[in-house]
Nanobody, 121 residues
């Protein structure tokens, strides 16, 4: 029984900042990869950033230099610090992990509930 619970979305003006959090709960032994996706209305869901347990990081080119992904393994939490936000960043943001090792075995493909980020003047 694993859940990903997101928080931190909201309305911000262009140039502003938000920090998203996603906490995984359950009988978790380990999570290797955690990532953030976003989906705007009428658009496909796209990968924004990911981070591995050993420190590997990926950013989409559209957010490089503006967003920072980090994690706290002790809390099974991943963060996305979003700076210099632009209207094109407006989307529902989802955290995701492809695999979790739990007390009940290895389970796959978990998504957060989504949190709305709106960048508008």
């Amino acid at each position: 029984q694993v859940q990903l619970v997101e928080s931190g979305g909201g309305l911000v003006q262009p140039g502003g900042s938000l920090r998203l959090s996603c906490a995984a709960s359950g009988s978790i032994f380990s999570i290797n990869v955690m990532g953030w996706y976003r989906q705007a209305p009428g658009k496909q869901r796209e990968l924004v950033a990911l981070i591995t347990s050993d420190g590997g990081i990926y950013y989409d080119d559209s957010v490089k230099g503006r967003f920072t992904i980090s994690r706290d393994n002790a809390k099974n939490t991943v963060y996305l610090q979003m700076n210099s936000l632009q209207p094109e960043d407006t989307a529902v943001y989802y955290c995701h992990t492809p695999r979790v090792v739990t007390g009940g075995g290895t389970k796959s493909d978990f998504w957060g509930q989504g949190t709305q980020v709106t960048v508008s003047s």
